[in-house]
């Protein structure tokens, strides 16, 4: 551990349940959750220039660029509720982006601790990114076949709104399962040679999922102390 702060890399496909796992650990250890994907969705309703950038590659289904994503990162990890540590999701995606981040650390004096790597099969991917359902509010997924809202179209922790995000269509969702297996697969083993991935079966109910993940991080961080 990096002093009293953890930082934490959620890693794997898209819809391999990185999402909610991350935002229900951040929770369980109290740290912060940052996830790109969410603050370049939350960026959409700013008429700013990261703002169109970010809506022009997510809308295709690829990388928004480098500089800009880590400069954002950067940014959003100075901010006060950061101190205790960070769950980062979907945060890095490529080998760049793991550098950046591993520099950005080692500045002051600290270090990315472990890596959860969520594994799951392609063809699961594709099953759960088509039928997924997120809360405009707080950002629960919801899927109409494993794990339906108990209201349709509702959030059943906030009441909000269900919608259905724009790169979720069949089109896009291969891109980006594509530049996923191009791009950030090579992470796995970057945090491997490290001797910081935990690699985690990621198929089973978000309950199974959860409690595997956070038992093998317990487990980890008793043995390093
Ligand atoms: P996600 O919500 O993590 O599935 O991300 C949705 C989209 O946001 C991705 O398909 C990318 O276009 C963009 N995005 C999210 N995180 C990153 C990142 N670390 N680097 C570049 N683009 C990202």
New binding site residues.
């Given amino acids: 551990m990096s002093g009293d702060s953890v930082y934490i890399v959620f890693l794997g496909a898209?819809g391999a349940g990185?999402?909610t796992q991350a935002a229900r650990v951040a929770e369980e250890l109290n740290l912060a959750h940052i996830?790109?994907?969410?603050l370049?969705?939350g960026a959409q309703s700013l008429d700013t220039e990261l703002a169109r950038q970010?809506k022009y590659?997510?809308e295709k289904?690829?990388?928004?660029?480098?500089e800009i994503?880590i400069q954002m990162?950067l940014e959003r990890i100075s901010a006060p509720d950061c101190e205790g540590g960070v769950i980062f999701?979907?945060?890095?995606?490529?080998l760049k982006?793991a550098e950046a981040l591993d520099e950005a650390l080692e500045g002051q004096g600290k270090t990315v601790d472990k890596v959860v790597y969520i594994k799951v099969s392609e063809e699961e991917l594709l099953k759960r990114l088509s039928g997924r359902w997120i809360c405009r509010n707080c950002q629960t997924p919801y899927h109409e076949v494993n794990s339906p809202p108990e209201v349709r179209g509702r959030c059943d922790r906030c009441g909000g709104e269900l919608y259905q995000r724009a790169?979720d269509t069949v089109e896009t969702v291969k891109k980006?399962l594509q530049?996923y297996f191009s791009e950030t697969a090579s992470l796995i083993e970057y945090y491997a040679l490290r001797g910081k991935l935990l690699e985690v079966e990621g198929e089973g109910s978000v309950d199974e999922v959860g409690s595997r993940i956070v038992e093998s991080l317990k487990e980890e961080f008793a043995r390093s102390g």
């Fill in positions: 898209p990185k999402g996830a790109t994907g969410d370049f969705r970010a590659y997510m289904g690829e990388l928004v660029p480098d994503t990162v999701d979907g945060f890095p995606r490529n982006q790169d980006r530049v």
